[in-house]
């Protein structure tokens, strides 16, 4: 918006004014509303001027004259016209008008006005601008630009400008005498400037600028910003897998004629280029580069590598494969690449000297016996750069390695038919080869020997032997080579030395039976027997245990005894040497004591207990000068018997001369205890019966003055029957007594109380 103001003078000098404008624009018609009005004042106090009159304002030539009666008195500002006028631009936008005013109030002193000024308008743009989308495709793609213009008159012209990543903005084309629109159809300079600008990246800001011409003076310019984009990296597309040695067929991605396309491949240290190839292109090799590729993994049988497509417009690189990658990865394999090995370099021999002797022929390899050797002379070939590894020798399941050639030690074969010999050579990529051959085998056992040792009756000092055994017949070339040497034994004393040995007569081949043979062995000492059979080519020998001579059952007439499991140590006696062994069908225990019943119907109870009775429990008898204290218990058994049992009662009472221990009135469920001292003086008895031995105590009994000698007459121990029974049948039968043991221990006692 555009204002201002002027000053206008009059004919009377103390009246004068001003004119005071403005403007606004209208872009779209090209014209501004000029508004003007005059103002009028006396410049002096204490005056007036009035009358009637007109005054006229003319704007750009638009005129407005307004009439009537008017005054003016000091710094009134009286509105003497006000106009407003539309004002058309020039073409360019641009307006110069002068604004003039005249008039007065005649008859009067103020007659006539004068006043003009010309004065400049808001220029109104009129430079044309683009309205359509800058965004193209460098070298496959035209631009079509439009232009909004503001006269079906002007003209325009363009400036394009692609920023580079530096920031510089580097000039491409110019375009002129442009009217609404125009397409831009690049040439290939204008295309490799573009590529030129873009350094590989995948786009980049251009810069047009529009000049508008109205005739040949410049209007005005504008400038629009919009996107180069560069054309899609080429990349080659295949099954990303090839057999080295091979050709590649493949193909261009996003290829376009316009460009050129170079192909390199990346293999390790192997790189190769193909220039300038089609969207269809073949990768081939010579023969150098393909020895090339298999150095490059002469330790595996592929190896992966790149392919990079370089996607280039008139020679300048459209791109650097950042962030679209230029390369794809692929796979190489190795083939055709098996090492060789020569079967003329491989041989065996057995170099078992005692076997070679039998044989003959260090090609027989007898079974168990012969020891293999194995020879590698000449070396594998590997192929294709690769080198070997090892050697692997097989035979018979078990394998051998080494990495140079040599020999290989089997030893003994355990096979009794010809069997195959793998030599395998490995190369550093895990190829191999392998050849075979038959190695020949003798089958052969060593002999065998079953005998019997024994003793006469199994006790007697009379042993005989008794055996069979078999040889492996030997046939090498159609002849037998084996035969029995000799059978033998040796015995001697368990953990002693050889003190007897002897050959055995046989007969028979290759199976044979030997005559039996009695030795004598003492009887009550414990032997070894070693068996022997030797063929041609080793000894195989057995060992047996002989025992003591101990019968089961033994019937001395000369002691008139029996005994079971050894020979009797007693005159008129039935001995059994072992365990009697009886089956527990119950056990348990109770306030009463613990017992225990087996499946024989045998039934055991006890009890260790303490019994304590006061002195007025204890009861005397005078018998034979001395004084018997004595007193009664009773005891219930922990489970009762089937029919009264024998009791038995022990202990001890300190300080007594003599004690007694006797049971009466026994009956399946209990037993009355008979508890007796003999003792001298005074006697204050307080008895228990008293820890696990089921001892009885006597405390503060007295002192005991005099030593006496007794016996017990009454206290005798129930004889046992016995019943020997082997497999159910009854073997023997006799009477267990006590007899010289238990006497032997009432004399022990009666010494102590001597």
């Known amino acids: 918006m555009a204002k201002g103001s002027f000053g206008v003078t009059t004919n009377n000098q103390y009246i004068s004014g001003r004119v005071e404008w403005s403007s606004t624009t209208d872009i779209a018609g090209n014209y501004s509303k000029v508004k003007?009005?005059?103002?009028?004042?006396?410049?002096?106090?204490?005056?007036?001027?009035?009358?009637?009159?007109?005054?006229?304002?003319?704007?750009?030539?638009?005129?407005?004259?307004?009439?009537?009666?008017?005054?003016?008195?000091?710094?009134?500002?009286?509105?003497?016209?006000?106009?407003?006028?539309?004002?058309?631009?020039?073409?360019?936008?641009?307006?110069?008008?002068?604004?003039?005013?005249?008039?007065?109030?005649?008859?009067?002193?103020?007659?006539?006005?004068?006043?003009?000024?010309?004065?400049?308008?808001?220029?109104?743009?009129?430079?044309?601008?683009?309205?359509?989308?800058?965004?193209?495709?460098?070298?496959?793609?035209?631009?079509?630009?439009?232009v909004s213009r503001a006269s079906s008159n002007f003209t325009h012209g363009i400036d394009m400008w692609?920023?580079?990543?530096?920031?510089?903005?580097?000039?491409?084309?110019?375009?002129?005498?442009?009217?609404?629109?125009?397409?831009?159809?690049?040439?290939?300079?204008?295309?490799?400037?573009i590529y030129q600008a873009i350094q590989q990246y995948e786009n980049k800001p251009v810069l047009i600028r529009l000049y508008t011409y109205s005739g040949n003076t410049l209007v005005d310019s504008n400038d629009k910003w919009g996107t180069v984009y560069a054309h899609a990296t080429g990349t080659i597309g295949f099954n990303e897998t090839f057999n080295i040695g091979n050709s590649i067929s493949c193909r261009?991605?996003?290829?376009?004629?316009?460009?050129?396309?170079?192909?390199?491949?990346?293999?390790?240290?192997?790189?190769?280029?193909?220039?300038?190839?089609?969207?269809?292109?073949?990768?081939n090799f010579t023969q150098d580069e393909i020895n090339l590729l298999y150095q490059q993994v002469p330790n595996a049988n592929s190896g992966n590598g790149t392919v990079r497509t370089r996607t280039k417009y008139n020679g300048v690189l459209v791109e650097d494969g950042i962030p679209t990658s230029h390369d794809v990865g692929f796979?190489?394999?190795?083939?055709?690449?098996?090492?060789?090995?020569?079967?003329?370099?491989?041989?065996?021999?057995?170099?078992?000297?005692?076997?070679?002797?039998?044989?003959?022929?260090?090609?027989?390899?007898?079974?168990?016996?012969?020891?293999?050797?194995?020879?590698?002379?000449?070396?594998?070939?590997?192929?294709?750069?690769?080198?070997?590894?090892?050697?692997?020798?097989?035979?018979?399941?078990?394998?051998?390695?080494?990495?140079?050639?040599?020999?290989?030690?089997?030893?003994?074969?355990?096979?009794?038919?010809?069997t195959i010999l793998e030599v395998t050579a490995v190369d550093s990529r895990g190829n191999k080869v392998t050849v075979t051959k038959t190695i020949k085998i003798i089958p052969?056992?060593?002999?065998?020997?079953?005998?019997?040792?024994?003793?006469?009756?199994?006790?007697?000092?009379?042993?005989?032997i008794e055996a069979l055994g078999s040889v492996s017949e030997l046939y090498i070339d159609g002849i037998e080579r084996n035969e029995i040497l000799d059978v033998t034994y040796h015995y001697r004393e368990v953990d002693g030395e050889e003190s007897g040995n002897g050959s055995l007569v046989y007969t028979g081949y290759p199976e044979f039976d030997v005559t039996d043979e009695v030795i004598e062995l003492d009887n009550t000492k414990a032997w070894e027997v070693e068996i022997s059979v030797q063929d041609v080519l080793g000894t195989v020998s057995s060992k047996y245990p002989i025992d003591k001579g101990i019968p089961l059952l033994f019937v001395d007439a000369d002691m008139k005894s029996v005994s079971f499991g050894a020979f009797p140590t007693r005159s008129n006696a039935l001995e059994l040497f072992g365990s009697l062994v009886m089956v527990i069908e119950d056990e348990g225990s109770n306030e009463n004591g613990e017992y225990i019943r087996f499946n024989n119907g045998i039934q055991f109870c006890w009890l260790n207990t303490t019994f304590t009775h006061p002195s007025s429990e204890w009861m005397t008898r005078a018998y034979a000068n001395n004084t018997y204290y004595y007193v009664y218990d009773e005891w219930t058994f922990?489970?009762?018997?089937?029919?009264?049992?024998?009791?038995?009662?022990?202990?001890?009472?300190?300080?007594?001369?003599?004690?007694?221990?006797g049971t009466h009135s026994i009956n399946s469920n209990y037993a009355s205890k008979n508890l007796a001292s003999l003792v001298t003086?005074?006697?204050?008895?307080?008895?228990?019966?008293?820890?696990?031995?089921?001892?009885?105590?006597?405390?503060?009994?007295?002192?005991?003055?005099?030593?006496?000698?007794?016996?017990?007459?009454?206290?005798?121990?129930?004889?046992?029957?016995?019943?020997?029974?082997?497999?159910?049948?009854?073997?023997?039968?006799?009477?267990?007594?006590?007899?010289?043991?238990?006497?032997?221990?009432d004399k022990r006692r009666k010494r102590r109380f001597s």
């Open 331 to 418: 796979t190489a394999y190795v083939v055709n690449s098996n090492p060789t090995l020569d079967s003329n370099g491989i041989w065996y021999e057995d170099i078992n000297e005692a076997v070679l002797s039998v044989t003959g022929n260090s090609q027989y390899i007898v079974q168990n016996k012969s020891h293999l050797r194995i020879h590698v002379d000449v070396a594998a070939e590997p192929k294709n750069y690769a080198s070997i590894n090892r050697y692997e020798v097989k035979v018979n399941g078990v394998v051998q390695s080494a990495s140079t050639l040599g020999w290989y030690n089997f030893n003994e074969i355990n096979s009794s038919v010809d």
């Open 36 to 146: 003007a009005t005059l103002y009028l004042s006396r410049t002096n106090t204490g005056y007036r001027t009035y009358g009637s009159g007109s005054f006229t304002l003319n704007i750009g030539g638009s005129t407005k004259t307004n009439s009537g009666n008017f005054e003016f008195t000091y710094n009134s500002n009286t509105v003497c016209v006000t106009h407003e006028a539309t004002i058309y631009h020039n073409d360019d936008g641009k307006k110069n008008i002068t604004i003039s005013v005249s008039g007065g109030l005649p008859g009067t002193s103020f007659t006539s006005t004068s006043g003009s000024k010309e004065i400049t308008l808001d220029t109104i743009p009129r430079a044309s601008s683009i309205s359509s989308g800058i965004s193209w495709t460098a070298g496959t793609q035209n631009l079509t630009v439009s």
């Open 681 to 745: 003086d005074s006697f204050s008895p307080k008895l228990a019966m008293d820890d696990v031995n089921g001892s009885i105590n006597a405390h503060n009994m007295g002192a005991i003055q005099h030593a006496f000698s007794a016996e017990v007459n009454d206290f005798e121990i129930p004889d046992r029957d016995i019943v020997i029974v082997m497999n159910d049948r009854e073997v023997g039968r006799g009477v267990f007594k006590h007899v010289s043991e238990f006497q032997e221990q």
């Open 638 to 661: 922990p489970k009762p018997f089937i029919a009264p049992p024998s009791v038995q009662i022990s202990g001890d009472i300190s300080g007594a001369v003599l004690e007694h221990h």
């Open 252 to 283: 261009v991605n996003n290829y376009h004629s316009n460009f050129t396309y170079d192909v390199e491949m990346f293999f390790g240290n192997f790189k190769k280029s193909w220039a300038n190839v089609g969207q269809n292109p073949t990768l």
């Open 162 to 193: 692609v920023q580079t990543p530096s920031g510089a903005n580097n000039h491409i084309l110019w375009r002129g005498n442009i009217g609404s629109s125009t397409t831009v159809e690049f040439t290939k300079d204008e295309n490799t400037k």
């Open 444 to 464: 052969y056992q060593v002999p065998t020997i079953v005998a019997t040792v024994r003793r006469k009756n199994n006790f007697e000092t009379e042993t005989l």
